[in-house]
Structure formats: C-alpha cells, structure tokens
C-alpha cells in the first residue's frame, strides 16, 4: 500500500479516537499531538507530512465523520466534535467475520469488541496491516453499522 494511505489511515484514526475519548465535549484538534512535530521548510509552509495530516481532518469534516468551527492556522481544527456518523461507526460492534479477517485473539468477545476499541489497541500494537483493515471496516458504510444518518 502506499505510504500516504497508511499515513492516511493512521492520522484519521488518532484524530478520531481522541475525539471519541471526549465526547460529546468539543476541543482543539492540534496536528502535532497526532503526528508529533514536523520543522516547516526553508519558506515557513508547514512539512508535507503536516500538512497531509491537515488535509485528512480536513477531509474527515467534509466527509461527515467530524464537525469544528475552523481551523487555527496550519496548526488545528477548532471546535471539533464528532459527528453523529463518527460517533456510530466507532462505537459499532464488529461483527465475527470481520473479527477473523482481523486476526484478533480468540479470547476477544465479539460483543465487547468496538471498531474505537480495536482501532486504539492497533495504534498501540503498531500493527500496520491490521490499522489499514480496521480503517477500511470505518469508512466503508456497508459494513460499519446500519445506523448512518448523515
């Protein structure tokens, strides 16, 4: 897979798992507490690795899965908050079989096994095959709960 998806994949997670973690509170989206810090170049733009991390919470507003106020120079997203999508597709149970197609420990319910919860254990396994598997099970509709409204 290419390297930009997988940057892709890990920026939205950590984007939208720790606006999980405070929801329904609405808060500051900083791009280096997700991606850690990235000097600007020789012209003060922010590093392309920055700014790829920008266009994905970007891109996670204009496709419904967060809302916010705007943004703070290169540096945030204000105000944002989970979407009513957002919100369901992480706290959705995943189902048996994708439950085995993520290889996940047989001593793992099915029914305590969040996409939030997996997506978080996965960050912190750094597994990044398993991260791209999740991420897909979030943005494809058809398998991420029923219950998408926006």
Same mark, same amino acid.
């Given at each position: 897979?290419?390297?930009?998806?997988?940057?892709?994949?890990?920026?939205?997670?950590?984007?939208?798992?720790?606006?999980?973690?405070?929801?329904?509170?609405?808060?500051?989206?900083?791009?280096?507490?997700?991606?850690?810090?990235h000097?600007?170049?020789?012209?003060?733009?922010?590093?392309?690795?920055?700014?790829?991390?920008?266009?994905?919470?970007?891109?996670?507003?204009?496709?419904?899965?967060?809302?916010?106020?705007?943004?703070?120079?290169?540096?945030?997203?204000?105000?944002?908050?989970?979407?009513?999508?957002?919100?369901?597709?992480?706290?959705?149970?995943?189902?048996?079989?994708?439950?085995?197609?993520?290889?996940?420990?047989?001593?793992?319910?099915?029914?305590? =096994?969040? $996409? /939030? !919860?997996? +997506?978080?254990?996965?960050?912190? &396994? @750094?597994? #990044?095959?398993?991260? =791209?598997q $999740? /991420? !897909?099970? +979030?943005?494809n509709?058809?398998q &991420? @709960?029923? #219950?998408?409204?926006?």
């Open positions: 897979m290419d390297l930009q998806i997988n940057d892709f994949y890990h920026d939205a997670s950590r984007a939208l798992l720790t606006l999980y973690r405070v929801f329904p509170r609405k808060t500051t989206l900083y791009v280096d507490d997700l991606i850690g810090y000097e600007p170049d020789e012209y003060g733009l922010p590093h392309v690795r920055h700014q790829s991390c920008l266009g994905t919470l970007l891109w996670l507003g204009e496709e419904g899965y967060l809302r916010h106020a705007g943004t703070l120079h290169h540096e945030a997203l204000e105000q944002a908050v989970l979407s009513e999508k957002g919100f369901l597709r992480l706290s959705a149970r995943i189902g048996d079989a994708a439950l085995q197609h993520c290889s996940l420990p047989a001593n793992v319910p099915s029914m305590r =096994s969040t $996409l /939030a !919860r997996q +997506l978080q254990e996965t960050l912190a &396994s @750094g597994d #990044g095959e398993r991260l =791209s $999740l /991420a !897909r099970l +979030l943005f509709a058809s &991420s @709960g029923s #219950g998408d409204t926006v």
